[in-house]
């Protein structure tokens, strides 16, 4: 059974920085990437970055490029996503997801493994 953990949410003045993480079990993620989408109240649902899991390369939405850093530990079976210079505007639920590279761009047609959510709140 595939697992996907988010911890380090929380409450955050703006312009902080915050990391998450995301514990992945259950499965090898060769082909695969993990990444991380958010929603913020009576928004959408936006996608934030990704890794693949072998690679390591990164791919990052427009609103976090030069502010977020995704990262990956293969031996720990972790994502992280480091944020920094937090805006009010960041405030949403994280989500970390996991699905196979080349299904990545079509993501907001679903993905095949969530995890439950961690909630980031900045203040402004």
């Known amino acids: 059974q595939v697992q996907l953990v988010e911890s380090g949410g929380g409450l955050v003045q703006a312009g902080g920085s915050l990391r998450l993480s995301c514990a992945a079990s259950?499965?090898?993620?060769?082909?695969?990437?993990l990444g991380w989408l958010r929603q913020a109240p009576g928004k959408e649902r936006e996608f934030v970055a990704r890794?693949?899991?072998?690679?390591?390369?990164?791919y990052y939405g427009d609103s976090v490029k030069g502010r977020f850093t995704i990262s990956r530990d293969n031996a720990k079976n972790m994502v992280y996503l480091q944020r920094n210079s937090l805006k009010p505007e960041d405030t949403a639920v994280y989500y970390c997801?996991?699905?196979?590279?080349?299904?990545?761009?079509?993501?907001?047609?679903?993905?095949?493994?969530w995890g439950q959510g961690t909630q980031v709140t900045v203040s402004s």
């Open positions: 997801a996991a699905e196979r590279r080349w299904k990545w761009t079509t993501w907001s047609q679903g993905l095949e493994y």
């Open positions: 259950g499965r090898t993620f060769s082909s695969y990437a």
């Open positions: 890794i693949n899991w072998n690679s390591g390369i990164p």
